[in-house]
């Protein structure tokens, strides 16, 4: 895949739902926090999901995840089409881990037991020579070990840390994240944003040209960070890939509403999308047939 870009379904089904997040409602948080506490809820859902064609699970790398891909790893034949694409790292569980270790020892908590990097950082080597690039793909090596063996062609980093690394500076990061998927997975390297216009410049200076780019699309500019019309005009300029999520601004918005102004913008190729009813699954699906990429 190096040196050609991944042909992305239209379709993507997200996981904020398993996982208790919903950005309108506490109490609907809650009550899917604790539906999906057991991997068979999870698992319920996908299938369903999947037996109505959309194939593509983009993920958070959520230590419940790996019993997900334990079970799609396990079953070939059931999940022959079955494409993950992972959101990394996932920011709860480093932060808990700076809580439980401190940071230094949060760092090596996520590397290999026997890893050169770890020897070096537990005697400070590392951090004194500013090995931060060798630390990044290790980390990132660590958060790609659950989907071994699993169908990985796109791979995003978080929000949470585009968006930190962005503000601090630290756009180096970027590159170094986009060579090392490139490389090491053969796949194509993606961000997660809550500024899509100034990610894009941002990696357009990194050298990072035509990049996937997963942010908030929706019609009443709900938390679009620098306003609906300056992401109109990013799309409208031919420069990004873009995915939308939160199309129905955590449902303030009607999902035909949503779908048919969607629709009417140029260069999204994805919607991300989450649910966690059969009927909500159809009703995403068949309006996205309707109103988008007729074929």
Excluded at 167 to 179: E, I, L, N, S, Y
Excluded at 264 to 289: C, K, M, Q, W, Y
Aim: one cysteine or more; hydrophobic letters at 45%.
């Amino acid at each position: 895949m190096i040196g050609k870009e991944a042909t992305m379904d239209r379709l993507l089904f997200g996981d904020n739902q398993f996982f208790g997040i919903n950005h309108m409602s506490e109490e609907k948080a809650r009550a899917q926090a604790m539906r999906f506490q057991e991997t068979s809820a999870i698992m319920d859902v996908l299938d369903t999901a999947y037996d109505e064609g959309i194939k593509t699970f983009m993920c958070t790398t959520h230590d419940r995840i790996a019993e997900v891909c334990e079970i799609v790893r396990a079953n070939p034949d059931r999940y022959s089409d079955f494409t993950f694409y992972p959101c990394m790292p996932y920011a709860h569980k480093y932060a808990n881990a700076v809580t439980d270790y401190g940071m230094l020892g949060a760092i090596t908590h996520f590397m290999p037991e026997d890893g050169f990097l770890k020897t070096a950082l537990r005697g400070g080597a590392a951090l004194a020579s500013k090995d931060v690039d060798g630390i990044a793909k290790v980390l990132i090596d660590a958060e790609m070990k659950m989907f071994k063996g699993l169908k990985t062609p796109v791979i995003f980093m978080q929000n949470v840390f585009t968006d930190l690394l962005m503000g601090m500076g630290f756009t180096g990061a970027f590159r170094v994240f986009h060579d090392h998927v490139k490389e090491k997975y053969d796949a194509e390297p993606a961000f997660i944003t809550m500024n899509m216009p100034m990610l894009v410049d941002v990696l357009e200076q990194e050298g990072i040209k035509n990049p996937i780019v997963c942010s908030n699309i929706n019609k009443l500019g709900f938390r679009m960070c620098g306003g609906l019309d300056s992401y109109v005009e990013t799309l409208q300029s031919g420069r990004v890939r873009a995915i939308a999520m939160s199309v129905y601004a955590s449902g303030a918005i009607s999902a035909e509403e949503a779908i048919s102004w969607i629709s009417e913008l140029p260069n999204v190729h994805s919607i991300v999308f989450g649910a966690s009813s059969a009927g909500n699954i159809r009703n995403t699906r068949d309006l996205v047939n309707q109103y988008m990429w007729k074929d």
